[in-house]
Every structure is written in C-alpha cells, then in structure tokens.
C-alpha cells in the first residue's frame, strides 16, 4: 500500500512558527522550545492535507477503481497508552470486475493505527506500529498485516524541511535573509492533552 499519511503540511510548520512566537522583529539566533500541538489541531490538519479526496485517503488504487481499491475516511488523532492513536474508517475492495461485478474480498471497517512518534532522518515517524480493526475475518487481518507493515515506512511529516521554508520566508517582509543552520528534535512526547515537539535549533540572520 502507497502513500504518506501526512503529505506535505506546511499549515504545521506555520502553526508551529507562530506558536514559538517568531516573528521579522525577534527571532532568536538561538533557541530551544516545546510546542504543544492539541490532537484536535493535528487531526484537522491531517484531514485537511491528506483526506484530500472526497474526504478520503486513497492508501491503494484511485477513486476510479471498482474493483481494487483501499482508502482511510474520517480520522480522528489522540493517545491511549502513551502512544499517538489514529482512528480511522477503513474501506476497500480486493477482488475482480467480472462482466461487471466485483468478484473477491471487501468490507468497511474501523481501524485503530497506534504507534510511538519520533525524528529521524528530518522527519516525524512512527515506530513500534500496531494495528487493530472492529472486523475479524480473513481480509480484515489481511488489512491490519499490510498497514502495519507500510505505516512505518509511510507516515512521515517532514518537520525539518517544511520548518526551514517557515523560517526562511519569514525574513523576506524585513528585507533579512534566514538560514536554518542547526535543527535537531531531541525528544517527542505523547501526552493526554497533546503531541509535545522539542526543538533546538540556529537560525542565521544577515
């Protein structure tokens, strides 16, 4: 199964520049910040950047696809267990258009994505995947097996280079240049009320 499940969302990177407060008139050359990110904030955000078919994201095939398609509607992020949990409605089909009919596997489901974010190589990624459906039955562990394998590998917001396009574009309105020199993510709290980022970072101005 194809795709990121958080595309390019530079509305973070923004959100995140101004909760820390940067503006063209006090921007530190150095800084170390926490920023909170409600899971109601980040939800939106998810549905708005990567739902962005009809509300659904299509994880195999296309919305053109009768026979042979999978796609996560309607997602709603929280914590359970100091984990990052998305929830999501699953929907897809396996199976062959035979004059006319699907012949093979399909269902509609719920399916709850977990796992431990952490930066890596640039980018928010998950770790320690696991996933569980509201079916049993042969293709809903087929569904459950195939996205834990890809979640690791396609859940990836690159905070670092989506940071350095805020950062950098802020100086323009103050005829400055920024450049992004130092940005590490030591640490990555799953807390009740929010997804909590430390950053550290160097920021040239001339």
């Known amino acids: 199964m194809a795709g990121r499940l958080f595309g390019n969302p530079r509305c973070l990177a923004a959100a995140i520049v101004s909760a820390t407060v940067f503006t063209t008139a006090s921007l530190p050359a150095r800084g170390e910040v926490d920023v909170l990110i409600r899971y109601g904030v980040l939800g939106r955000l998810m549905a708005q950047q990567m739902f962005t078919q009809d509300g659904r994201r299509y994880i195999k095939g296309t919305s053109r696809a009768r026979c042979n398609f999978a796609y996560l509607e309607a997602p709603r992020v929280d914590a359970v267990a100091g984990r990052l949990r998305i929830r999501a409605r699953f929907s897809g089909r396996s199976a062959l258009d035979m004059l006319g009919r699907c012949v093979g596997f399909g269902d509609d489901f719920e399916v709850e994505i977990t796992g431990r974010p952490y930066f890596g190589r640039g980018a928010v990624r998950l770790d320690a995947v696991v996933v569980r459906t509201a079916a049993n039955g042969f293709y809903a562990r087929r569904v459950a097996a195939a996205l834990a394998r890809s979640v690791p590998d396609q859940f990836e917001y690159p905070l ?17 240049v920024r450049d992004l020199r130092r940005f590490e993510v030591p640490k990555i709290e799953v807390r009740e009320d929010g997804l909590v980022i430390s950053m550290a970072f160097e920021i040239e101005v001339r």
């Open 160 to 176: 670092q280079a989506d940071m350095k396009r805020a950062i950098e574009a802020g100086g323009s309105t103050a005829g400055q």
